[in-house]
T-cell receptor, first 115, second 117 residues
């Protein structure tokens, strides 16, 4: 069964600083990987996804993530954060198998931005 | 223009009551899901339906009964509500489970916050 670990429960960064959120996954086959963002009181919005090909994927809002198979990681990065990036971030792995598509989420990382 | 919508947004009720949450998507997707997010923000899948057929049932108590009248709707009915059912419930949809080699990303609704007193 697949699983996702987000080691950092809460991260605080200054506005304008760079950001890296960690994600490690466990899955027996080629993983399908996602990062979602949840603003307070809101639903989940897809930031980016990795299916195959180029291991560095670009997403919305200036985010990118790099898939590293050797480290089973899919870390999310942003070179310069904005106050509006404060939110909860979820990494997820997708399992595909004849109608059994489901996402397994990590426990999330709460991002706080200080001025 | 809402893609995945849920009603109600908030639901407060007493233990033992029966309640329903509705979900509708206008994306033309074949597959719909229900997820539960607990007080620690942990998200876990409960059910998925593909073209009105149940595909995934993740060891959810049988007090929870999903119903899909058509592929654009997936409702969640909960009987005999318990305190532990308090959570945010998210509906999601994806294009489907065709033979495509790419994984179908899921689009989430805004969530329904259920509080059981």
């Amino acid at each position: 069964a697949q699983s996702v670990t987000q080691p950092d429960i809460h991260i605080t960064v200054s506005e304008g600083a760079s950001l890296e959120l960690r994600c490690n996954y466990s899955y027996g086959a080629t993983p399908y990987l996602f990062w979602y963002v949840q603003s307070p009181g809101q639903g989940l919005q897809l930031l980016l996804k990795y299916f195959s090909g180029d291991t560095l994927v670009q997403g919305i809002k200036g985010f990118e993530a790099e898939f590293k198979r050797s480290q089973s990681s899919f870390n999310l990065r942003k070179p310069s954060v904005h106050w509006s990036d404060a939110a909860e971030y979820f990494c997820a792995v997708g399992a595909r198998g004849f109608g059994n598509e489901k996402l397994t989420f990590g426990t999330g990382t709460r991002l706080t931005i200080i001025p | 223009d809402t893609a995945v919508s849920q009603t109600p947004k908030y639901l407060v009720t007493q233990m033992g009551n029966d309640k329903s949450i509705k979900c509708e998507q206008n994306l033309g997707h074949d597959t719909m899901y229900w997820y539960k997010q607990d007080s620690k923000k942990f998200l876990k899948i409960m059910f998925s339906y593909n073209n009105k057929e149940l595909i995934i049932n993740e060891t959810v108590p049988n007090r929870f009964s999903p119903k899909s009248p058509d592929k654009a709707h997936l409702n969640l009915h909960i009987n005999s509500l318990e305190l532990g059912d308090s959570a945010v419930y998210f509906c999601a949809s994806s294009p489907g489970t065709s033979g495509s080699s790419s994984y179908n990303e899921q689009f989430f609704g805004p969530g329904t916050r259920l509080t059981v007193l």
